[in-house]
């Protein structure tokens, strides 16, 4: 089946006459046990590991990634749980990623490397793990996954791809020969800036349980609200991307052609450095651009402009939105702009955009 008909109808139960399209949210801590046999495994017993809207969530994730899902509280806990299972005999994390990613391996594990998402394929001898973020968080350079992943394999390293830019839609790692596939869920996935969850994918049943494991001793669960949330939200995600990556496309035109304007990255552009990698790799190209302005100022008087752009440090929503990414922590020039396309018209946004610009 296509995107369009896979997001409408993963993890749903078979139609039963009288019965809603998906079963609203179970909200329990306790269930009712057998009071001979006590608690049986294909019975829920306890609101931490069993909750039925959380495993219908993580069916209809595992369709669109190829893999059993694991989901947790936000995409910080499932990187934290990819990292306590798999990281602790070392890990090679993306320099130019996420900077919470780097600062929580920092923390919890005793190796850490660092390497360029668009750098040659190191060797990945001496480590357990190696955290590949591609397209990169915020300045969208790729890698190339099955060449990382072959060198990490021959090295006895476990590969995760953290998939939150590009979604499940835009990109497989699975199929392409990553272990994991983690994201932040809170992101396009759920699409609509309201709920906070991540989740992991594999195709290792032993892995998916360690990782099921450690969530349900951490604890670190999403509610069943917000799992019935994401699962609403995920049967317009074809459309949703579809929308965000079309005004990408125009908006980095708009963007690349104003003075003002330097260093426009979005992988879909034919200029782009990593468009080859992207007409390989990616599926489709996500809603995300990076662009960088004269200073914090210039931003300042952009944002200030504009009547449509949300100043916010999300992406993936219904709402465009720019983020100056350096007051973050992120290590880029002050006046660098991670913006994402919301689904707003495509013609009110360029002209909005082109506005903005007369102000800085």
Known sequence: MNDGTRVVHAGLPEPVPGQPFMPGPVFAAPYHLDPVAGPQPDRPGYGRPDN??????????????????VTFASGMAAIAAVFQVCGRGGVVVPSDGYFAGRALADQL???????PTAGPVPAYAGVSLVLLESPANPGLDLCDVPAHSAAAHAAGALVAVDNTTATPLGQR???????????????ALAGHSDVLIGYVATRDAELADKLRSWRALGGAIPGPFEAWLVHRSMGTLDLRLARQSANAAAVAEVLAAHPAVSRVRWPGRASDPAYDLA??????VPGVVTF????KAAVDRFLTASTLIAAATSFGGLHTTADRREQWGDDVPPGLVRLSCGI?????????????LKAV
């Open 109 to 115: 594990l005793p190796n850490v490397r660092y390497e």
């Open 52 to 69: 039925p809207t959380r495993v219908a969530l993580e069916a209809a994730i595992g369709e669109l990634e190829g893999g059993e899902c």
């Open 292 to 295: 960088t302005l004269a200073d």
């Open 173 to 187: 790692p699975l199929d392409l020969g990553a272990d994991m596939s983690v994201a932040s869920g809170t992101k």
């Open 279 to 284: 007409r390989r790799q990616l599926r489709r």
């Open 344 to 356: 707003e018209d495509e013609a009110d946004l360029v002209a909005d955009i082109e506005a903005a």
